[in-house]
């Protein structure tokens, strides 16, 4: 409901307000440009009347930059106007065999179709929905296809040292809490090891506990072995602390979901007989049902108040595979975003490698961007799903705990976006008067000054 009202709130001050644009000084917007960014040329923006497509202020903005996740914006765009807002990712159950006497002969098999959304709960729920079709066991083993997606886990462009890390996980077409471990650590008594509990639970990960629980400050560090199969802990606790929670991205994900699955089914009273296998589906194998997912409408909610990356890439990685062929691939995906702008007008060159802008070889223009974000705004089918998706200033997203003391608290709705030297905010802006803007300001490595330009821009444009 609260979304609803914010976009009714844009659309009425959009549709009905008088145009407050000539009283917006581009001298003014230029005197908040850092000396930095003058010399060295690293920041771009763009600022346009929604109700006219007049441009308020434009500074390189026709310059392309690296722009952080607000790559997102161009891949939830692109996603909502060709899959849908109704589209639901899916995962495909089969039976290689008969099911009879309460047993599925021939092994299970499973084919995943990138849903980013999973959680333990929903294979709970699979479980119950075999174990109420009758099956007490499956003969043959859980086998996982694992095709719809190529083989490659990390985009072009993305680091070596971000591997592990839980804003970089593999993309495969099996994702399970994110293809994320949540490892909860508690202090035990001091000299001895530190205690643990990890989320998913249901994993066939060994874990290797070297922590001590010290009086010290905590040093605790959480790894996967090269091997991908041995989970390590390792560093101190502080005994005068609570509850610490470390997050890190698998490195196997079909084993990952797999395990989880297998040890899902046998806590729920259905014997699993054999071992995990890779393979896609077979011909003569059955479906028994197939698993969705929320429609996109609400997982981009998701995607962009809190920037999931792993979403993105999903998003990418399906758009290859429905429109180009499978198995889907970022290549792949990338051309079908860079057609569907140039569909709509967008002419300018944009280098687009994945779906979240984790890739430094993203390269955007503000144009480009407030150019897209004008079209979403525009776009009656999904104009509300994609303003509703976009953080609010000191409200919630990544914008919760940003501008909660300014005049620009509720009146800005923006993607964040945030790499090593990248900092950049797109979106729209309501002026007191009702005026609406679109915005993009990028910068490439003007550091702090870039959120202090921010919102000095911003500031100027909502009084």
């Known amino acids: 409901m609260r979304f609803f009202k914010v976009f009714f709130v844009l659309f009425l001050l959009f549709s009905f307000t008088e145009q407050s644009t000539a009283a917006l000084s581009s001298q003014k917007f230029l ?202 802990l390792r560093g101190s606790v502080a005994s005068s602390r609570g509850e610490e929670i470390l997050t890190v991205s698998v490195l196997k994900p079909l084993i990952f979901f797999g395990s989880a699955m297998r040890n899902i089914l046998v806590e729920k009273g259905i014997a699993v007989e054999g071992s995990l296998y890779r393979d896609t589906v077979p011909s003569w194998a059955t479906i028994i049902f197939t698993d969705y997912s929320s429609p996109l409408e609400e997982i981009v909610q998701e995607y962009n108040k809190e920037s999931v990356n792993i979403i993105g890439e999903s998003l990418m990685k399906t758009l290859g595979a429905v429109y180009v062929n499978e198995p889907g691939s970022w290549k792949d995906g990338a051309n079908v975003v860079k057609g569907f702008l140039r569909n709509i007008g967008i002419t300018q060159d944009t280098n687009v490698v994945d779906g979240s802008g984790l890739s430094k070889l993203n390269k955007v223009s503000p144009d480009t961007l407030s150019q897209i974000l004008s079209a979403a705004y525009q776009d009656t089918k999904i104009s509300k799903t994609f303003t509703d998706s976009l953080p609010i200033a000191g409200v919630d997203g990544t914008l919760k705990k940003r501008f909660r003391g300014t005049k620009i608290k509720g009146k800005v709705f923006a993607k964040t976006g945030y790499l090593s030297g990248v900092r950049s905010l797109s979106g729209y802006a309501v002026s007191d008067d009702g005026e609406v803007y679109v915005f993009s300001i990028i910068s490439n490595g003007l550091g702090w000054k870039a959120k202090q330009f921010q919102e000095d821009l911003l500031t100027e444009l909502v009084n």
């Open 31 to 232: 005197s908040f440009v850092p000396k930095e960014a003058k010399d060295k040329q690293n920041l771009g923006v763009s600022v346009k009347s929604l109700k006219t497509g007049k441009t308020v202020f434009s500074y390189n903005s026709k310059k392309n930059f690296i722009p952080a996740s607000n790559n997102k914006i161009i891949s939830s765009f692109t996603a909502l106007s060709l899959l849908g807002k109704d589209f639901r990712f899916k995962t495909e159950f089969y039976s290689g065999g008969e099911i009879k006497g309460g047993v599925l002969h021939g092994g299970l098999y499973i084919k995943a179709f990138g849903d980013p959304t999973i959680k333990p709960f929903q294979l709970e729920a699979i479980a119950q929905r075999l174990k109420s079709m009758g099956v007490k066991k499956i003969k043959g083993g859980i086998y996982l296809d694992d095709s719809y997606y190529d083989s490659r886990n990390y985009a072009e462009g993305w680091k070596d040292k971000w591997i592990g890390l839980h804003y970089c996980p593999p993309v495969s077409p099996f994702i399970l809490n994110y293809n994320n471990i949540d490892i909860h650590i508690i202090p035990g008594q001091i000299g001895k090891p530190a205690n643990f509990k990890m989320f998913p639970e249901n994993t066939a990960f060994m874990i290797d506990n070297k922590t001590t629980t010290s009086k010290k400050s905590s040093t605790l560090k959480a790894y996967f072995s090269n091997d991908g199969e041995r989970f390590i």
